[in-house]
């Protein structure tokens, strides 16, 4: 690739990734207002499930801006598909609210599994910028979040299929996933601080 080119791309590919990131986030949280608007008397369930995809969903952006804020690379069709993914990941997320709570619960297990995906991607291709040197490796914590996520809402919805979980501990299982997001930021802006100044 000619090198005017490639410097091009790589100077303009945070704003590119970071823009993209930020329109289909926007979509995908006016999606879940409309749905909101559309639950005639919404319950504890909804709020709380409302209220870990809006989590969620800060997650994605913070990750992403943040990742791709400190990059100079070429973009690849991977790329574009990464976003893309997880933003179908949230639209899905979005529309198993106001469905019975075993739909939230197998979703949400989906939407962990493509978020550890998508954040081991993610790590990947930052250290692939030598300037950056961020390391791929200091991330795995983040991605056993998704993991051990995918697992447990997994788990909650064998349990609700299974008539073990009522409504109460339905509201109390989701309630407990809203601290589980926010160790996941933390764990994320751990590892990115502790790649960058490494």
């Known amino acids: 690739m000619h090198t ?9 590919y945070s704003t590119i990734y970071v823009t993209i990131v930020s329109v289909l986030l926007a979509l995908v949280l006016e999606d879940l ?9 919404p319950t504890l ?17 913070v990750g992403y801006s943040a990742t791709a804020s ?21 639209f899905s ?20 599994a493509v978020g550890g995906v998508v954040t081991g991607y993610n790590a990947w291709r930052a250290a692939q910028d030598p300037v950056t040197g ?6 795995h ?27 109460t501990l339905q509201a109390v299982v989701t309630a407990l996933s809203l601290p589980f997001a926010s160790l996941w930021l933390w764990a994320f802006f751990r590892a990115w601080k502790a790649s960058i100044h490494a």
Not at 35 to 40: D, E, S
């Open 93 to 112: 997320l979005n529309s198993a609210i106001g469905e019975r709570p075993v739909v939230f619960f197998y979703t949400a297990a989906c939407y962990s």
């Open 45 to 61: 369930f909804h709020w709380l499930t409302a209220a870990f995809v809006v989590h969620v969903i800060f997650n994605a952006w």
């Open 141 to 167: 914590p983040v991605v056993l979040i998704n993991v051990a996520g995918a697992v447990a809402f997994a788990v909650a919805g064998l349990s609700t299929q299974a008539d073990v979980l009522g409504s």
């Open 134 to 139: 961020l390391q791929a490796r200091r991330f």
């Open 70 to 90: 400190v990059l100079r690379l070429v973009p690849t069709i991977w790329d574009t598909l990464n976003v893309f993914v997880l933003s179908l990941a949230h």
């Open 4 to 12: 005017v080119i490639r410097n091009r791309l790589e100077e303009n």
């Open 33 to 41: 207002v409309s749905i909101m608007r559309g639950i005639g008397d």
